[in-house]
C-alpha cells in the first residue's frame, strides 16, 4: 500500500512515521507549509517543526516533501475566520483546516497519488456495511473527532490513524523508547497563521477598533465598554477588564455593538439546553434516516467532554436538546454529533444565532 504521512514536528505525527516503518510501509512524508512568509507578523516560526522533520526522515530514510499550501490556507481558512468574526460569530479556524487544507488542497495537489494518508489525529475508522465511518479516539481527552467533523465519506475513506487506539502516555513512552527527537516536545497550542501575533491584534488588522458598552443583561446597566464586539465570545470570562468579577460574555448586538454579560458561575444566563444547527454535515451517512428524534451525545468547544442529548430532525433543520446544561453556546462554533455509545463521529453543523 502506498501512504503519505503528513509529519509536522511533534511528537504525535513523528510516532505515526515509527508506527508505519514497524508495520514494514515505506511512507512518503509531508510536511504542509501555510505560515505566511513574506509577512513578518504572520509568518510562522517552523524552523524547529523542519529540522525534526528531516531528522525523522533520515533516521528511517524516507523521502520528506514540503507542499507549500500559503495561498490556499489564506483564501479559506482566514478569509472564512475575519468573515465569522465581522458577522459576530465565534470561528472554528482547525476544523475548516482539516476540511479544507490537510484533507483538500493537500489532496488535489499530492495525496491523490496515494492509496491512504497518515495523520497524528486522535481519532480512528471503522468500516461497516461496506462504508468507512470516523470513530473516536482511545484518549478521551486527546481526542480530535471534533475537528474532524466536517470532512467527507471520500476524505476518511482515504485516512489512517495509527495512533488513535493510543492513549497520549503510550505515544510518549514510544517516542522514548525509539530516541525520536520530538519524544518530550511540547504539543502546539493556537492557531499556526498567527505566527507571532496575537490572535486580537490579527482581528484588529482587518476590523480595526468601535468602542461599545458593556451592559450587565439581568439589570441593564452599563458598567463597562469595550474596544468592538468582534474581539469577545460567547462564554469569554477572560479580558473583560470589569472589576467585581467573574462576568461572562452572553450575548452580543452586533448591530449596536453592545456586549451583554452576566455575574456569577452558576448564574442560569450562562448555559442553554439547546440550539440548533446550519447546513447539518454527515460524514459518511446518516444513521438514522428520517426518524424525527433520536437519543446521541454530542459536544462544543465549551463541553470538555461528550455529553447525551436528543437530535430532533425538524424537516432537514437539526435541533439539538441536552437534559443537562450548556456553558457558552457560541453561534459560528460546530455541534459535533455522535451515536450514543461514543464510538462514532455522525457529522456536525455550524450552531446558528
Same mark, same amino acid.
Given at each position: 500500500?502506498?501512504?503519505?504521512?503528513?509529519?509536522?514536528?511533534?511528537?504525535?505525527?513523528?510516532?505515526?512515521?515509527?508506527?508505519?516503518?514497524?508495520?514494514?510501509?515505506?511512507?512518503?512524508?509531508?510536511?504542509?507549509?501555510?505560515? $505566511?512568509?513574506?509577512?513578518?507578523?504572520?509568518?510562522?516560526?517552523?524552523? +524547529?517543526?523542519?529540522?525534526?522533520?528531516?531528522?525523522?526522515?533520515?533516521?528511517?530514510?524516507? !523521502?520528506?516533501?514540503?507542499?507549500?499550501?500559503?495561498? +490556499?490556507?489564506?483564501?479559506?481558512?482566514?478569509?472564512?475566520?475575519?468573515?465569522?468574526?465581522?458577522?459576530?460569530?465565534?470561528?472554528?479556524?482547525?476544523?475548516?483546516?482539516?476540511?479544507?487544507?490537510?484533507?483538500?488542497?493537500?489532496?488535489?495537489?499530492?495525496?491523490?497519488?496515494?492509496?491512504?494518508?497518515?495523520?497524528?489525529?486522535?481519532?480512528?475508522?471503522?468500516?461497516?456495511?461496506?462504508?468507512?465511518?470516523?470513530?473516536?479516539?482511545?484518549?478521551?481527552?486527546?481526542?480530535?473527532?471534533?475537528?474532524?467533523?466536517?470532512? #467527507?465519506?471520500?476524505?476518511?475513506?482515504?485516512?489512517?490513524?495509527?495512533?488513535?487506539?493510543? $492513549?497520549?502516555?503510550?505515544?510518549?513512552?514510544?517516542?522514548?523508547?525509539?530516541?525520536?527527537?520530538?519524544?518530550?516536545?511540547?504539543?502546539?497550542?493556537?492557531?499556526?497563521?498567527?505566527?507571532?501575533?496575537?490572535?486580537?491584534?490579527?482581528?484588529?488588522?482587518?476590523?480595526?477598533?468601535?468602542?461599545?458598552?458593556?451592559?450587565?443583561?439581568?439589570?441593564?446597566?452599563?458598567?463597562?465598554?469595550?474596544?468592538?464586539?468582534?474581539?469577545?465570545?460567547?462564554?469569554?470570562?477572560?479580558?473583560?477588564?470589569?472589576?467585581?468579577?467573574?462576568?461572562?460574555?452572553?450575548?452580543?448586538?452586533?448591530?449596536?455593538?453592545?456586549?451583554?454579560?452576566? !455575574?456569577?458561575?452558576?448564574?442560569?444566563?450562562?448555559?442553554? #439546553?439547546?440550539?440548533?444547527?446550519?447546513?447539518? !454535515?454527515?460524514?459518511?451517512?446518516?444513521?438514522?434516516?428520517?426518524?424525527?428524534?433520536?437519543?446521541?451525545?454530542?459536544?462544543?468547544?465549551?463541553?470538555?467532554?461528550?455529553?447525551?442529548?436528543?437530535?430532533?430532525?425538524?424537516?432537514?433543520?437539526?435541533?439539538?436538546?441536552?437534559?443537562?446544561?450548556?456553558?457558552?453556546?457560541?453561534?459560528?462554533?460546530?455541534?459535533?454529533?455522535?451515536?450514543?455509545?461514543?464510538?462514532?463521529?455522525?457529522?456536525?453543523?455550524?450552531?446558528?444565532?
Amino acid at each position: 500500500m502506498k501512504i503519505a504521512a503528513l509529519i509536522s514536528g511533534g511528537v504525535d505525527s513523528s510516532v505515526v512515521v515509527h508506527l508505519l516503518c514497524e508495520q514494514g510501509y515505506r511512507p512518503d512524508l509531508f510536511y504542509i507549509k501555510i505560515g $505566511m512568509e513574506d509577512d513578518t507578523e504572520l509568518s510562522c516560526t517552523a524552523e +524547529e517543526d523542519m529540522e525534526i522533520s528531516n531528522i525523522i526522515a533520515k533516521k528511517y530514510g524516507l !523521502h520528506l516533501e514540503v507542499i507549500n499550501l500559503q495561498k +490556499e490556507y489564506w483564501e479559506q481558512v482566514v478569509a472564512y475566520t475575519i468573515d465569522r468574526v465581522r458577522r459576530g460569530l465565534t470561528p472554528n479556524p482547525d476544523v475548516m483546516c482539516n476540511k479544507l487544507i490537510k484533507f483538500g488542497c493537500f489532496e488535489e495537489k499530492a495525496g491523490k497519488e496515494y492509496d491512504k494518508t497518515a495523520t497524528g489525529h486522535y481519532a480512528t475508522t471503522h468500516l461497516i456495511d461496506h462504508r468507512v465511518w470516523l470513530g473516536t479516539a482511545k484518549d478521551p481527552i486527546k481526542d480530535q473527532t471534533d475537528f474532524l467533523a466536517q470532512i #467527507n465519506a471520500l476524505q476518511v475513506s482515504r485516512l489512517m490513524f495509527p495512533i488513535g487506539h493510543l $492513549m497520549k502516555r503510550e505515544v510518549r513512552q514510544i517516542a522514548s523508547a525509539a530516541a525520536l527527537p520530538s519524544a518530550c516536545r511540547k504539543d502546539s497550542q493556537g492557531i499556526c497563521f498567527l505566527g507571532k501575533i496575537r490572535y486580537n491584534d490579527f482581528i484588529r488588522r482587518f476590523l480595526g477598533e468601535k468602542e461599545g458598552k458593556v451592559v450587565e443583561l439581568e439589570t441593564g446597566k452599563i458598567i463597562g465598554s469595550h474596544k468592538g464586539y468582534w474581539f469577545h465570545t460567547i462564554g469569554q470570562r477572560k479580558g473583560l477588564g470589569i472589576s467585581g468579577g467573574p462576568w461572562f460574555v452572553v450575548r452580543k448586538d452586533i448591530h449596536e455593538n453592545t456586549l451583554y454579560v452576566s !455575574h456569577g458561575y452558576d448564574t442560569e444566563k450562562q448555559y442553554g #439546553n439547546e440550539f440548533r444547527m446550519n447546513d447539518f !454535515h454527515f460524514i459518511t451517512a446518516n444513521p438514522w434516516k428520517e426518524t424525527e428524534q433520536v437519543s446521541i451525545t454530542f459536544k462544543i468547544r465549551h463541553t470538555e467532554k461528550r455529553q447525551p442529548g436528543i437530535l430532533y430532525n425538524e424537516q432537514g433543520t437539526y435541533r439539538l436538546v441536552s437534559p443537562q446544561p450548556i456553558q457558552g453556546i457560541a453561534p459560528g462554533q460546530f455541534g459535533v454529533i455522535y451515536d450514543a455509545e461514543e464510538q462514532l463521529c455522525i457529522g456536525s453543523g455550524e450552531i446558528a444565532l
